[in-house]
């Protein structure tokens, strides 16, 4: 987004009138300090973004066959990950 010369100086002269000459300095250091740090997030989280994820594989802890209630044999397995235990079955 792009301002021209005159687009920048009637910004200028509105916020003169609205905000008026004495507290002018200090909101633009504010108003500068807050877009810095927008800036810094933003290049942090595309920072973040660029990072492959690591791909998180289950690692299988047990594995029985059981014989459903359709009586047909499935594998029961625990299965262990980094952020809970789950019990599956698959057909077999």
């Known amino acids: ?22 507290d002018l300095p200090r909101v633009m250091r504010s108003f500068g300090r807050m877009v810095g740090k927008i800036k810094r997030h933003a290049e942090s989280w595309m920072e973040e973004g660029d990072a492959p994820l690591k791909p998180t594989k289950p690692v299988i802890e047990q594995s029985h066959v059981v014989v459903g209630d359709d009586g047909k044999p499935y594998e029961a397995y625990t299965v262990a990950d980094s952020t809970s235990k789950k019990n599956e079955a698959t057909p077999r």
């Open 1 to 22: 987004m792009g301002l021209s010369l005159p687009e920048i100086l009637v910004v200028a002269v509105v916020a003169l009138m609205v905000i008026g000459p004495e």
